[in-house]
């Protein structure tokens, strides 16, 4: 019975040290994201999260196609921040208006016309 204890505690002790660390390294890599998308040196677009929107569906479609974004606050807006050129602006656009939306009764919204912050 001892080994069986002493097993246990050494797997729990075991999983908690790895899943530590796996969380440490994951925040440190976020930072290190958020950090570059914020610097006045990486060309970034702006795009306002329609009301009743998740941004994850947003980001996770960027991140499908190979753009960098994350969540930010522009003004007095909740935006998805993306890092792209001038050239990949109307890409952007595309995958922007090609990301299906639905109501809270299921019903898909239909896709309008993306604009971002700096067009306004």
């Given at each position: ?12 002790v ?15 890599e ?7 998308l ?12 329609p ?33 792209c ?7 952007v ?10 109501t ?13 912050e700096?067009?306004?």
């Amino acid at each position: 019975m001892a080994p069986a204890i002493l097993l246990l505690v050494v797997l729990v002790v075991g999983g908690s040290i790895a899943i530590s660390l796996f969380l440490r390294s994951w925040v440190r890599e976020e930072s290190r994201r958020e950090a570059h998308l914020k610097d006045p040196r990486t060309h970034t677009i702006a795009y306002a999260i329609p009301n009743g929107m998740d941004p994850v569906t947003l980001e996770t479609a960027l991140a499908l196609a190979g753009f960098s974004s994350g969540h930010d606050r522009v003004g007095m807006t909740d935006c998805i921040r993306i890092e792209c050129d001038e050239t990949q602006r109307d890409r952007v656009r595309s995958i922007l208006e090609d990301v299906s939306t639905t109501t809270y009764d299921g019903s898909l919204l239909p896709a309008g016309h993306v604009v971002f912050e700096d067009e306004r």
